[in-house]
Nanobody
């Protein structure tokens, strides 16, 4: 069955960096677009970034220039490099392919 397992979250100071990973299995990863979403406490889940099967990327305005989405089709893994982190980036980050979600990984940006 389809599984998406996120990792790499944690506590980081403002201005710091983290790299999230999403290990995918149970489907032909290279054929599907992949998306990162996030959900902050008390807020709705929101789009962060996506990457097509061909590697085209698209970002939310709030993260453009700071976050980079990428994929390694040989490793069936999706990544999100997050730089210049801000307290408002604090959220649970989820990876997604149509119809499926991971369990999420917590990112906390605080001094």
């Amino acid at each position: 069955q389809v599984q998406l397992v996120e990792s790499g979250g944690g506590l980081v100071q403002p201005g710091g960096s983290l790299r999230l990973s999403c290990a995918a299995s149970g489907f032909t990863f290279s054929r599907y677009a992949m998306t990162w979403y996030r959900q902050a406490p008390g807020k709705e889940r929101e789009f962060v970034a996506d990457i097509s099967s061909h590697g085209s990327t698209y970002y939310a305005d709030s993260v453009k220039g700071r976050f980079t989405i990428s994929r390694d089709n040989a490793k069936n893994t999706l990544y999100l490099q997050m730089n210049s982190l801000k307290p408002e980036d604090t959220a649970v980050y989820y990876c997604n392919t149509p119809g499926y979600w991971g369990q999420g990984t917590q990112v906390t940006v605080s001094s």
